[in-house]
C-alpha cells in the first residue's frame, strides 16, 4: 500500500524540517546523479540549508565550468530575446563600470609613484607601503634568479675557458675572468 499524496507546505516543527530536509536532500542528490549516468548529462545542483549550509552536485566536469557554461548559455539568450534598448542599456552600463574601474587603477598607479598622497588616510598609506613592498619582494626575487642564471652562464664559460687553456701557461682567476665576461656581455635584465 502507497503513501498517500503529500501536502506541500511548510514543516512548522523545526526539527521534523531538518529531518525531511536532510532526507529529501540526499534523494535529490541521488536523483541528480541519476540523470547524469543514465542521459550522460552535466549537472549542477546547489542547495542551501535554512542555515545557510552549502550541498552542492556537480558531474564529471566541475561545478565552475558548468555554471560558467549556464551564464554563457543565459547571456547568449538574453543578447538574443533583449529589445535594443535593453542591449543599449547593458553596454553603457559596462561602459561606465570599466569607465570606473580604469580610473581605479589609474588612481593606484598615482599612488604607486609616489602622486596624490596627500588625501590618503594612515590606513591607505600602510595598504599602499605593503603592496610596494610586496611587489619590491617580487622584484628582487626575479632580478636574483636572473642574476644566479648569469652566473651559473658565467661559471660554466670559465670552466670551458680553463679547461681549454689548461697546459697553455695562462692563469686566469675566476673572478677576473667572470668580471670580464660580465663587463663585455651586456646582462640579460
Known sequence: MGRGRVQLKRIENKISRQVTFSKRRTGLLKKAHEI????????????????????????????????????????????LTAPETETQASWTLESSKLKA??????????????????????????????????????????????LQERNNSLSKKWTIHRSSHEGGGISSSPSCLLFNDAVVDDPPY
Do not use: P, W
Not at 550522460?40 to 552536485?57: C, H, M, N, P
Not at 596624490?116 to 619582494?137: F, H, M, P
Open 101 to 146: 574601474k580604469i580610473e581605479v587603477l589609474e588612481k593606484n598607479i598615482r599612488h604607486y609613484v609616489g602622486e596624490d598622497l596627500e588625501q590618503l588616510s594612515l590606513r591607505e598609506l600602510q595598504n599602499v607601503e605593503q603592496q610596494l613592498e610586496t611587489a619590491l619582494k617580487r622584484i628582487r626575487t626575479k632580478k636574483e634568479k636572473a
Open 36 to 79: 547524469s549516468v543514465l542521459c550522460d548529462a552535466d549537472v549542477a545542483l546547489i542547495v542551501f540549508s535554512t542555515k545557510g549550509k552549502l550541498f552542492e552536485y556537480s558531474t564529471h566536469s566541475s561545478m565552475e565550468t558548468i555554471l560558467e557554461r549556464y551564464e554563457r548559455y543565459s547571456y547568449a539568450e538574453k543578447l
